[in-house]
């Protein structure tokens, strides 16, 4: 999600199982520019967390639900130099711990352990030769339990899965697409390897990948 500055706005976890909801206290720090957030579970501390990080690389906060407050992350990502490009984005969460796109020497996936509050780097992919520019749509998901990166431009669309976590030479292409100028993003991968595509101002497609 965005917070847009000078728009008041109040945060709201909802349970749609059990039609449960709890509103989440303030930000302790600033809120006035523009972040991006994610809901998670820890697994080592028995807990909810929600994490925002300041597109801006000012500050990041992390809320544990048993404690109810807000905390600032004081190992920020922006001490190495990443770029980041997660407006609007879902963080992608999985192994316990929060993924985005950044740039940090080259492009790389960034990644917050909600346990011990880490970042780390995830090289991208080797894409043999084909050539990512500026202007490409790049993004970061969790498709069947799996890390995934995907890029797009005018022509095609890229998806590519990290088939053992932590792994680089693990990245697999699952597939690649023509794109007709539109730029699909990954939402769910089925059991029989079918990926359901969400094409913006047309209909959700599936493909089928290569695992």
């Not at 609007?88 to 011990?116: K, P, Q």
């Amino acid at each position: 999600m965005e917070i847009w500055p000078g728009k008041p706005y109040r945060f709201l976890l909802w349970n749609p199982s059990t039609r449960e909801s709890i509103i989440l206290p303030h930000l302790e720090f600033s809120d006035e520019e523009l972040y991006a957030y994610g809901l998670g579970y820890d697994s080592t501390n028995d807990d909810y967390k929600v994490v925002k990080i300041d597109i801006n690389d000012q500050v990041d906060e992390i809320l544990a639900l048993k404690s109810g407050s807000w905390k600032r992350i004081h190992e920020t990502s922006g001490r190495v130099d990443y770029y980041r490009r997660c407006e609007g984005e879902c963080l992608a969460f999985v192994h316990g711990t929060f993924h985005w796109y950044g740039y940090s020497g080259g492009r790389v996936v960034v990644s917050l352990n909600i346990s011990s509050e880490k970042y780390e780097i995830i090289p991208f992919p080797e894409t043999s030769g084909l050539q990512i520019s500026s202007d490409d749509e790049l993004g970061v998901s969790v498709l069947g339990g799996m890390l995934c990166v995907y890029f797009s431009n005018e022509i095609t669309f890229n998806l590519w899965a990290m088939k053992t976590y932590g792994v680089k030479e693990s990245w697999t292409n699952l597939f690649t697409i023509p794109t007709n100028e539109q730029h699909p993003t990954p939402m769910y991968r089925f059991s029989n390897g079918e990926v359901l595509l969400n094409v913006y101002c047309s209909a959700a497609r599936i493909y089928s990948s290569q695992l």
